[in-house]
């Protein structure tokens, strides 16, 4: 079963920034969170990941709580083309164990 | 990073044939994994690529219906056998590196079965 919840759906305003939450409470101390978007008919597309420090990309931040049980994926400046399904996953990351199991995500309608 | 490639991109079978799906990545991979995206829903993994060995399935999949093999570590396949119109799906191939590092997907091979 996936280990997080998130919000099914969720609008943001073009140029707006879009905070996307992420729950995670029974994370272990050596799973990582990472997030990924699937844009209608492509696959997943790699964001972000962090283990306990803030992250940040040229696509999106990534603010993880300092108890690490939550997280918040922000895009700072919603475009239309940011409009997809976006997934919150915690993964032990090693080079032998490295499944990564996909919950129902938040599906993120940017509007102009 | 890697791109993954698979073939065909997509397809229409008859029921009670089987289709072979391919997937290459451009470097090598530590993992492989194969997930089903049906109508709608979220990506479920159907089992994990093993170089060299069997495959581990998740619950609800078997070796039988869904045959996967991985000479190398960098191509795998995976068989859809048997197909009814239950299977009808996007499968998708990922592969990463392990520690910390990306995983990364394909494009999907979206099978239709009449």
């Known amino acids: 079963d996936a280990k997080t919840t998130q919000p099914p759906s969720m609008d943001c305003a073009e140029g707006r920034a879009a905070n996307l939450p992420c729950n995670h409470s029974t994370i272990s101390g050596n799973e990582y969170v990472y997030w990924y978007r699937q844009i209608h008919s492509q696959g997943p597309q790699y964001i972000i990941h962090?283990?306990?420090n803030n992250e940040t990309n040229e696509m999106a931040s990534l603010i993880i709580t300092e108890d690490r049980k939550s997280s918040t994926l922000i895009l700072p400046h919603a475009t239309l083309r940011d409009t997809a399904v976006y997934y919150c996953?915690?993964?032990?990351?090693?080079?032998?164990?490295?499944?990564?199991?996909f919950g129902p995500g938040t599906s993120l309608s940017v509007i102009p | 990073s890697a791109v993954i490639s698979q073939k065909p991109s997509r397809d229409i079978c008859q029921r009670g044939t089987s289709l072979t799906i391919q997937c290459q990545v451009d470097s090598q991979v530590t993992m492989m994994f194969w997930y089903r995206q049906q109508p709608g829903q979220s990506l479920t993994l159907i089992a994990t690529a093993n170089q060299g060995s069997e495959a581990t399935y998740e619950s609800g999949f078997v070796i039988d219906k869904f045959p996967i093999s991985r000479p190398n570590l960098t191509f795998s396949t995976l068989t859809v056998s048997n197909m009814s119109p239950e299977d009808s799906s996007i499968y998708l191939c990922s592969g990463g590196t392990g520690a910390a590092g990306e995983l990364f997907f394909g494009e999907g091979s979206r099978l239709t079965v009449l």
């Open positions: 962090g283990l306990k």
């Open positions: 996953i915690v993964r032990v990351a090693s080079t032998s164990y490295d499944k990564v199991i």
